[in-house]
């Protein structure tokens, strides 16, 4: 399964973003995988940002982000997004998708360790 994360740039505080992640190059589809956004700030760890669940519409958020990003999947295009309003500087950082098979529990779904599949990340930067 190869991910490819597109959708970053460079956006003004209060701004919004949509991130997007395509899935391909395997049998199996976003629909039955946990599908989760991490990002990456300039010497932070990797943090987890949001996760959808496998075969189910439950979503997670970090504490950080929630009420102003939102998961989402489209089964059709493979494709699992993260729309992404009010933006603060401090949400500057590399955003990757992630994906792993069966059906994680939630714990799981926020580990970046046990993730399967990456993306190669792309680049958001909020201005203040």
């Known amino acids: 399964v190869q991910l490819q994360a597109s959708g970053g740039g460079l956006v003004q505080t209060g701004g919004s973003l949509r991130l997007s992640c395509v899935a391909s190059g395997g049998t199996l589809s976003v629909y039955n995988m946990g599908m989760g956004w991490f990002r990456q700030a300039p010497g932070k760890e990797r943090e987890f940002v949001a996760a959808?669940?496998?075969?189910?519409?439950?979503?997670y958020y970090a504490n950080s982000v929630k009420g102003r990003f939102t998961i989402s999947r489209d089964n059709a295009k493979n494709t699992v997004y993260v729309q992404m309003n009010s933006l603060k500087p401090e949400d500057t950082a590399v955003y990757y998708c992630?994906?792993?098979?069966?059906?994680?529990?939630?714990?799981?779904?926020?580990?970046?360790?046990?993730?399967?599949?990456w993306g190669q990340g792309t680049q958001v930067t909020v201005s203040s």
């Open positions: 959808i669940k496998s075969g189910s519409s439950s979503t």
């Open positions: 992630a994906a792993i098979r069966g059906r994680p529990i939630t714990s799981t779904l926020k580990n970046a360790e046990l993730y399967e599949y």
